[in-house]
Nanobody
Framework: QVQLVESGGGLVQAGGSLRLSCAAS????????MGWFRQAPGKEREFVGA????????YYADSVKGRFTISRDNAKNTMYLQKNSLKPEDTAVYYC?????????????????WGQGTQVTVSS
């Protein structure tokens, strides 16, 4: 079992920055990959990025590549999403998720555990 709690969401102006955190508990944090997803009103949940179990590999959606950075601190059982150059279209509820068995890190249905989500609103 893995429990995930996101934090760091809020309201920010376009062009600004925000850092989300995802605190994990339960199964040893350094043994599974993690991902970030987001869901805007009326839209499907979409992949934002993912990070391997040791942080050695990261993957990003084209829409955030070069603006968002995923990292993790296994000693602190925490994953981060640094978001720079934010745009109004980045407005969504952001979810972190744990992928304990699959290598398909871009598919939401491959993730076993999910956080409750944190709202990010980017004003123009």
């Amino acid at each position: 079992q893995v429990q995930l709690v996101e934090s760091g969401g809020g309201l920010v102006q376009a062009g600004g920055s925000l850092r989300l955190s995802c605190a994990a508990s339960g199964r040893a944090f350094g043994t599974y990959a993690m991902g970030w997803f987001r869901q805007a009103p009326g839209k499907e949940r979409e992949f934002v990025g993912a990070i391997s179990w040791n942080g050695g590999r990261t993957y990003y959606a084209d829409s955030v590549k070069g603006r968002f950075t995923i990292s993790r601190d296994n000693a602190k059982n925490t994953m981060y999403l640094q978001k720079n150059s934010l745009k109004p279209e980045d407005t969504a509820v952001y979810y972190c998720a744990a992928n304990t068995a699959s290598r398909r890190l871009q598919r939401a249905n491959e993730y076993d555990y999910w956080g409750q989500g944190t709202q990010v609103t980017v004003s123009s």
